[in-house]
């Protein structure tokens, strides 16, 4: 999903739907949908597509081949790179995100890390050696200062509390 995310991007030409505010820095092909607000302090380098009525900051940082879906909101001095973010996703201050998709509807609290490393990932009975951060699924609650190992799968509805490390996979509905 990652790497195709970014093969998409780089064809997605620019166009600014929104509202940027003074103080925010966009640089490269950055697509910004309907009603979204990049507040002040923000840096945005494509190539990155934000959905619509999302609410970006102020002291973001969005790096390159980022998608962002609609009705996103990333709260200050929270970093994202290379990552897929699905619709209706909150993302609380001072979070890193690299190299991961977080899928509809998952909440994040304050401080949530997700880090990328090279890691060892199966897929079909078979090991693969790839850069990547944490996968959530539909509709997780994390509660503040989770990190997140690098490979993680957290299944759909799950729920972190604070203050926890996951890694591994976490089935469906699982209670952290």
Known sequence: IIGLNEAVLRRTPASIGGTIETGALVKGSVSIGKDTVIRGNCYVVGP???????????????????SIGDNVSISP?????????????????????????????????????????????????????????????????????????????????SQVQTMKLIGGRLPDRSLV
Do not use: K
């Open 77 to 157: 001095f929270t970093e994202i790179e290379n990552s897929v973010i699905g619709d209706d996703v909150s993302v609380g201050p001072g979070s890193i995100i690299q190299d991961s998709v977080i899928d509809d509807g998952c909440v994040m609290r304050g401080q949530f890390i997700a880090c990328s490393d090279r890691t060892e990932v199966r897929v079909n009975g078979e090991y693969h050696l790839v850069n990547v951060g944490a996968m959530l699924g539909v509709g997780c609650s994390l509660g503040s200062c989770v990190v997140a190992q690098p490979g993680v799968i957290v299944g759909n509805h």
């Open 48 to 66: 990155v597509v934000i959905g619509a009525n999302c609410e970006i900051g102020p002291s973001v940082c969005i790096l390159p081949a980022t």
